[in-house]
């Protein structure tokens, strides 16, 4: 076999057997859902005249605008208050499950009906992050982002482990009974002809494909069908992963090559200006600190600039671009305080999340199962006595998948 056609094989079979950067997907999933979700319960007193149906952006004003965008929002399928306050609620709770991982692959699709529909109904309430976490919502459906640190990944090894040990595991319910509800759910805009057609395409495209996985997983006599589900499965995601890292590239180029064309990122004066905005100096003391000095502007403005322009090319080199990920990361930090835009700065720094090293997420995970276990064993480092021994099986189930996903 010649040199190419055993490299296309193996890229073949790296982008079909298994679904890449379960660590990387798993942190934007975390990072993107409690953006949102911490940016709801901070605006929830302002929820109102941000989104309801008495808002400044009107409900007139909204209807004009969607029938010309044709964006999609659930908002506007009602003006009563207590349909706002159902919508509003369920984005906050997508969100939280979402976070925690639990029957990611339907959480998913809420929490982006829930970003959709809110942010589709008045366009003009955000800071640039809300752009981003439009995007990533849509693509975290299509992404199997609980493989790790989510209760599905603790459900699936519970199940395991407890094969292992010869025990025999319920098939699952939970996971029907969330499909049916969510398909009388889908059911009832459909027939009252709220959704677009190509809206239609992709709800019940995404409950027949949830429906077909579980009669396969639960249902096919040989390994196969699985087989095959997995190998789809995990090319649509590693699909969706190239896109978000490629959107990320973007977002910093576009940025960094529309600076370079603007004269006081020429002269290096930029930052400057934005420290001097009431709307944007939560603590003026600070920004007249850091403004005051000239150099620490030049060097800041030229630095923003070279880091945008030069990141997506570092993704060649490993070393380099973690130095980088680290400054542009330290740099939205430093956005959120002085400048006051925290969820700005949350989106980005969980974009560019998507960029760090498995070796690095892995030691920050083992940290954070460190310390929970000293949270709540009371200072004993999580340690706790060893159980009885149960002897293993000594043949495994035969029937057992040798890739176990997660469900609902």
């Known amino acids: 076999m010649n040199p190419f056609a055993l490299s296309l094989a193996r890229g073949i079979t790296r982008v079909t057997e298994a679904a890449l950067g379960p660590y990387q997907t798993a942190v934007i999933r975390i990072g993107f859902s409690a953006t949102w979700l911490l ?15 008495d808002a400044p952006w009107s409900w007139d004003i909204a209807q004009q605008l969607i029938a010309t965008n044709h964006a999609f929002t659930i908002l506007m399928w009602s003006d009563s208050q207590i349909w706002f306050e159902i919508v509003y ?4 709770l997508s969100s939280l499950l979402l976070l925690l991982g639990w029957r990611t692959r339907a959480a998913s699709v809420l929490f982006m009906v829930g970003v959709l529909s809110l942010q589709n109904r008045s366009v003009f309430m955000g800071d640039g992050g809300d752009n981003v976490i439009h995007l990533m919502a849509i693509y975290l459906v299509f992404t199997r982002c609980g493989q790790v640190w989510s209760l599905d ?10 094969r292992a040990r010869g025990k025999r595991v319920r098939p699952d319910q939970v996971g029907p009974v969330l499909w049916g509800v969510l398909g009388i759910a889908l059911a009832a805009p459909t027939l009252a002809g709220r959704l677009s057609a190509g809206w ?20 096919a006599r040989s390994a196969e069908p699985r087989v095959l589900l997995d190998v789809v499965a995990n090319l649509v995601h590693n699909a969706a992963l190239f896109v978000i890292m490629a959107e990320a590239c973007l977002i910093y180029a576009t940025a960094g090559w529309y600076k370079i064309q603007g004269s006081r990122w020429q002269d290096g004066t930029a930052i400057y200006y934005p420290l001097h905005l009431d709307y944007f100096s939560p603590w003026p003391a600070l920004s ?17 600039v070279i880091a945008q322009v030069a990141f997506p090319f570092t993704l060649f080199n490993r070393r380099v671009k973690n130095v980088l990920l680290v400054g542009m990361m330290t740099e939205h930090a430093v956005i959120a305080v002085v400048l006051g835009l925290p969820f700005f700065s949350l989106a980005m720094i969980a974009a560019d999340a998507v960029f760090l090293p498995t070796s690095f997420l892995r030691r920050l995970g083992g940290l954070v199962t460190r310390a929970r276990g000293v949270l709540f064993s009371g200072g004993e ?4 006595l060893p159980g009885p021994r149960e002897q293993p099986p000594s043949t495994p189930d035969p029937a057992e998948p040798t890739h176990v996903g997660f469900r609902a």
């Open 200 to 219: 239609l395409v992709v709800f019940w495209g995404l409950w027949a494909a949830q429906a077909l996985w579980w009669v396969i997983d639960n249902r």
């Open 39 to 53: 940016f709801l319960l901070r605006e929830f007193p302002h929820r109102q005249e941000m989104y309801g149906p």
């Open 89 to 92: 609620a369920l984005a906050a």
């Open 288 to 304: 007249d600190l850091l403004s005051g000095y000239g150099t620490i502007v030049m060097l800041v403005t030229y630095g923003t």
């Open 153 to 162: 990944a603790r459900r699936a090894r519970l199940g395991r482990e407890a």
């Open 381 to 384: 480092g999580g340690r706790t």
